[in-house]
């Protein structure tokens, strides 16, 4: 995970292992350079990180406006605010500090878990004031300060978990510190929070817990003098302030937070829960914030709780003023140390921190390795060069082949000056390596004089450049060097001395440090200019073949110098090589003395290049004979192509025929698709035609329809004209013609029911028209029943007819006006019957129109159908005629593309040939001569080793024979000892006490039963076992297996003497204790073939060994010692030898050690003490093979 943190890119190096809060943003951080490390974490709770922001803010900005004395200020570790999401969505934030080295506090009064892993509250909550009590044991100062400003700020978490000692070598005393802040602002501004301070009001209450359990400042109430002396800073602090300072101070750390850092409902939260203040619900964070309210209300309570500090007593009564808290710092010379891979920028960070936070007087200097710092400044340099050419930090243009520098040395001689000829080509950033590195062996700076006038020009024209503020950077950076070596050759003089260069010396890291964050805030902006890549060198511009050619020797020899300083020849270096005229040049200056005054191995160089010229004079020589054998089977290659042209040439004609046989099949395809095409169209337009024509005739239908409406209607208003007349005739006649009167309205009724009839029959009609090309069958149903219709219509006229006979029979001095009405009815029934058969006529021809078109359609619908199928097998044939055309031609052009394709392999293959030969008949040659030799070698191999092995098995066997000798010898001189008295063993001992050293020796040796010689052989038979392991290990150095062998044979030997004295017990049927050596040797032999057959290194494979079988021979021990006290003696000659195992020479120095001073090997009463003791000699003396090497 990379996060953005003040303009530089932190990468997490390592994620965080401990902690209630566990983010996967939560680690450890480092830059691009590896020189500023960082922690990176972020609660979950929101409110818990704002309180640790607000709390950090508050006190840096203490710190930084000098409240507080500067030695006190790494006792406050307080973190501020880094941005941790992509910047696309919702912000999100996190806690940034730099990386503390520090040791927790419940380490150091050991309150920790078993395992170390974190404090145990049980363990402070029943004894903490006494486990507190330990901190009287060291020098220490810090914590006073640490605890004031945590309770002040409300942050009552001072528990040895959030106390730490800070590491720093250079203070005797130790340094206190409070990490942590989130429990800051609790409660602040409750009344019963601000009573008394030491208590805190959320853990207040009988039956509250927390007063058992987080009440940590009475952890300290038992170290007398601490609380008076927090009282004592809290008046200085106050001291300190001006009037409104603080709200100046608050207001000034609200506005370094984000305004976006919480949200809304956040505050609500916050102000409620913690801090106890509704006026924070309302305070705006970020630049533009004054603080509102809020502001005066917490300097108010700040204000307070500061008072209540400055009124703190001890909670014990004083016993003595030796007992008394005190802070003390005592400062020793800080001593100037090196990490392995620790970059330059954080060196020199870390030697003036410790220069600069105490007034120091002196320095060591003594394991300030020179070599390794000229090396470690170089390494920085080349980074710094790399990155200023990545980024084009020097504005070299695309166009230009030439330094910046030409301007400044517009007469340059082509001639060597000091060992190096002037190029105007060369990269600004190799011309910084030359002038700035620092020489490991010399510690002194390697001349590049073309480059030393001009660069000093240019700086002084040009003081604000990227390239003077590099150069700035470099000499701050030698400085150093030279002052550090000044100081460390001055050690032995004279104070004064050491007062005069010490303030030189914290100039110098002050300067560089300055000069790299100028150097860092030019690196961070890219440039303008697109960077310039060169691709014949990586040391010099492009230079062509016209500027080459009109160089001198000396400049030709110059870059050839240069070019050997990368990895693989580059492209510049063979253009020189190659050319005979170009090295002629080169060869006169190489042997002239222009180069001799160089001190970079310049012999060596010499020679490579010579080595060179050779190799690519025979490269080249190769070269021209490849190029005529390929040339010759070229040739040969060609009249086979030609001829396979001339071939494909006929296949292609033949391809040709058939495709223009296709092309015209194809056309007379497409032509008969276009003329079905036409005949499908004439089809369409017909069928639209005829869609046409019944839409006419519906419309006509339509209009006829209206007009039978028309007219209905006409008669019905004739009808009602009619009634009214008859009426207005039969007025004078009612009571004659009262049935003409009555039968009249029927008549009438029925006039109407008829037009009712009518009318509903047009109705029907119409609906029958309208669904006329949907449902047939439905338009033969209304038909039906219009003709039904008509039927009653002409029953009903029958009636009507047979009323009017009626009429005119009973009614004779009406029978004009029924003769009038009579006829009016004629007519009406004639129109009315012609309406009807003009409708039935015109329905049946609508009919009749319907099935035509409907036969049409259908016929219609058939032709398309088969034009469609007849289209889509056309446009099949076409697909599938154009696909093999396609076809066809994809296959010549591959057929032509195969032949070029095989023509070029075949050249190929035939070069590859030639070249396969030849390597195969060097490599023939070279692996017969390497066979030859290998096989000499095995043999000579082979023959050292049997002899090897010869002389081991005698040697064993005379070690063997010599051993049990001595052993018998020495069973011998045991037995005779234990008949001796008491009174004899006391005066032997007095007279041995006053004899000479070697005598002294001798008789302790004799007094334990174990000859003087006994152990004498066993550490020569070490020795030689070392000797054989490290010979063995130089002539063959993969058989690990054979070397670890030789190295365990004095074991071995000692192994084989418990298998004899085992078959003793064994005859003495001594079950138990046969038992235990038998077990004990078949144990021993097995860690011994696990020794020689490990994986491991040589190193931890003998660690396992020499921890494996001390524990094998203590547990035999125990049985063996109760049942004969001489197994001693035995086991203590197996355990010796163990020991000494892998140290050679050294065995000596540690047996003489131990036998002069400590004590007398292996007697009767203390041989298990004396062989602890030997064992953590030889643990303490760090004894192995790499020891003894």
Known sequence: MTITYNGKELTRFKAKSSGKNQSEIDGFYRDALDCERYFIKKPADQCELFAEAFAGAILQEIMDRGLIDKIYHPSLIVASVVRVDDGTGKPEYALIQPMVSFVALHETIETSYTDGSDRDPLKEAYAGSDYYLRLLEQQQFGLTSALMFSIWLSAHSVHSGNIVTLNNDKMISKQRARLDWGDAFRFLAHPKNNENILYAYENRGVLNYKSWTKDYFLNYKKIPGLFSAMAEKGRLFKAALQENELLDILRSALQKLPADLIEQQTKDRFAQKDIYMDSFRTVQLGPESDGGTFIPEMAKILNHRLDKITELQDLTLQSAMGDMYQSIFVATPPLLQMEQEQPFPELIRTWAGLLGQIGVESVRTEEVNFGQLAKCFNDYLNTVAEHCEQQNIWQHKREENHNFFTAFKPDASKAALHGHAYIAHYKESVILRHLSIVDPKTLGM??????????????????????????????????????????????????????????????????????????????????????????????????????????????????????????????????????????????????????????????????????????????????????????????????????????????????????????????????????????????????????????????????????????????????????????????????????????????????????????????????????????????????????????????????????????????????????????????????????????????????????????????????????????????????????????????????????????????????????????????????????????????????????????????????????????????????????????????????LAEQAAYMKQSAKLNDSGLEPDAVQQLIVEQIAAQKKYEDALKKEKKNIQFARTLQMAPVVKRIEALQDKARELDKRNEAPAFNAVTTLVANMYKAVHAYIDSDKSDDDALTDFKTEAPRLIQAADKDLGEHRKKWKYVLANLSLAILTVGIGYLAAMVVNKVMNKRFTFFNETDSHAKLKELELDITNTKLGPAASA
Request: charged share 30%.
């Open 446 to 991: 390697l001349r590049f004089a073309p480059y030393e006038a001009p660069s000093t020009d240019y700086c002084r024209h040009f003081p604000d450049s990227p390239w003077a503020k590099m150069q700035r950077l470099a000499t701050a950076g030698q400085n150093i060097i030279l002052q550090l070596r000044l100081i460390q050759n001055g050690q032995m003089l004279e104070d004064d001395f050491m007062k005069e260069k010490l303030p030189v010396l914290q100039k110098a890291l002050d300067d560089f440090m300055q000069y790299k964050t100028e150097v860092d805030a030019l690196l961070a902006h890219d440039s303008e200019v697109t960077p310039v890549s060169t691709h014949d060198s990586s040391f010099f511009y492009d230079i062509d073949e016209q500027t080459l050619n009109a160089m001198s020797g000396d400049q030709l020899a110059t870059i050839c110098f240069e070019e050997l300083n990368a990895p693989h020849p580059s492209r510049l270096i063979m253009r020189i090589l190659k050319s005979d005229s170009l090295w002629q040049e080169v060869d006169d200056s190489l042997n002239g003395d222009a180069f001799m005054g160089r001190q970079d191995d310049i012999c060596e160089k010499r020679n490579k290049i010579c080595q060179w010229r050779q190799l690519v004079q025979m490269t080249t020589a190769m070269q021209l004979e490849n190029e005529a054998q390929v040339r010759d089977g070229f040739a040969q290659q060609l009249k086979e192509r030609d001829h396979k042209l001339e071939q494909a040439k006929v296949q292609q004609s033949e391809i040709e025929l058939k495709i223009n046989t296709l092309t015209q099949h194809i056309g007379k395809l497409t032509q008969q698709i276009k003329e079905d095409t036409e005949q499908h169209q004439h089809v369409l337009e017909q069928q639209k035609e005829v869609r046409l024509s019944l839409n006419e005739q519906l419309k006509t239908s339509e209009n006829e329809r209206l007009k039978a409406e028309i007219t209905v209607a006409q008669l019905q208003v004739e009808l009602s004209d009619l009634g009214k007349r008859l009426q207005l005739q039969t007025k004078s006649t009612q009571e004659e013609q009262l049935k003409t009167a009555q039968q009249v309205d029927a008549l009438n009724q029925q006039i109407d029911k008829l037009t009712t009839q009518i009318k509903e029959n047009a109705a029907q009609a119409q609906m029958a028209l309208e669904q006329s090309a949907e449902a047939n069958r439905d338009l033969k149903a209304q038909l039906d029943t219009a003709e039904l219709k008509q039927l009653e219509a002409k029953e009903a006229i029958g009636v009507l007819e047979n009323q009017l006979r009626e009429f005119d029979a009973a009614h004779l001095k009406g029978k004009e006006h029924a003769s009038a009405l009579e006829q009016q009815i004629v007519a009406l029934k004639r129109l009315v019957e012609e309406n009807l058969e003009q409708y039935q006529h015109a329905l049946a021809q609508l009919d009749d129109e319907k099935s035509g078109l409907e036969q049409k359609l259908n016929l219609s619908e058939k032709e398309r159908s088969q034009a469609q199928s007849t289209s889509e097998q056309l446009t099949q044939q076409i697909h599938l005629l154009t696909r093999q055309a396609a076809e066809q031609k994809q296959m010549l052009g591959r057929a032509s593309a195969s032949l070029d394709l095989l023509t070029e392999q075949v050249a190929q293959k035939e070069v590859e040939i030639q070249r396969l030969k030849k390597e195969f008949a060097e490599q023939t040659q070279h692996s017969k001569d390497m066979a030859n030799a290998s096989l000499d070698l095995l043999t000579v191999q082979v023959t050292q080793k049997e002899e090897e092995i010869q002389r081991l098995r005698k040697e064993f066997a005379e070690q063997t024979q010599h051993s049990k000798d001595t052993a018998s010898a020495s069973l011998d001189l045991l037995t005779a000892q234990v008949t001796q008295k008491e009174e004899e063993i006391q005066h032997l001992k007095k007279e």
